[in-house]
């Protein structure tokens, strides 16, 4: 009976001793794995360049996609560990089409190799700030970015799910099993076709972040094209903003909520 109880216990007890499956490595865009200390860097940022115009930054599992009032950057991000500094060598493009109005903006002209390092700065057990310097072949300069706080937002396909607008510009997401489906049409009488569609889904529901593929986009101003992957976010103040690239190309656009209609009854007259 005891023999026969050993045998009964002993494929639980081996069991019990093996080793844990390791967890998948992350890697950035390039193919580089993605060291844990880097891994503090994701989040959605704010700040300057120089101390002038705004830098909308978007950091996520080692990528860089920043977005400044002069130029698009795209590059790889490294954290030290034991010195909290960050470098962050980046390609800038020139803006190709900027509309201040309709809040979308596509760099693809020329482009200027720029390194960004910084200093990490934690306050109250956050990491609010990154401070430091950047210099290109042309210019050198200062720069300061502060953590605008949604990453740890919760996501969900129903919260962005609706109408969404930008001047000249409507967007509708529609739920339709386990993503979300686009489209944007242009609604101005200057330029009427300009359309794109696509698709979003979650990445991690506890964090702010979208995943979006740009199936097409065509008959506009810039950024005609199939296949582009990127990323979405609903920012602090509750806009919807994207973050696309395709080849040698950026894309930066920003929507809102559009109001809801107030349905209105009518009194019958006598």
Known sequence: MLRALIFILLPFSVIGCLPEEDTEDIVNDQGQKVAD?????????????????????????????????QRGYYGTVTLDSETDNAVMPSTSYVYSSADETALQWTASGSEDDVEFSGLL???????????GDYETDL????FELTNDGTWETN??????????????????LSQVDEEISFREVQITTSQIGC??????????????????????RKHCTDFNVTNAPGFAVVNADGALEFFMKKDEA???SRFVRQPETEETTETPTE
């Open 155 to 172: 996501s969900s396909l129903a919260a962005i799910e609706g109408a969404w607008e930008a001047p000249g510009y409507e967007l509708y």
């Open 139 to 142: 210019t050198a300069g200062a």
């Open 250 to 252: 950026l894309m930066f």
């Open 195 to 216: 359309t794109g569609r696509g698709s979003i889904r979650l990445i991690d529901e506890d964090k702010a972040l979208y995943s979006v593929q740009l199936v097409e």
């Open 121 to 131: 700065f934690t306050e109250q057990r956050t990491d609010d700030r990154i401070v």
């Open 37 to 69: 200390p880097t891994l503090r860097m994701n989040g959605l940022w704010d700040g300057q360049l120089d101390q002038a115009g705004y830098f909308r930054v978007l950091i996520y599992n080692g990528n860089v996609f920043g977005f400044s009032d």
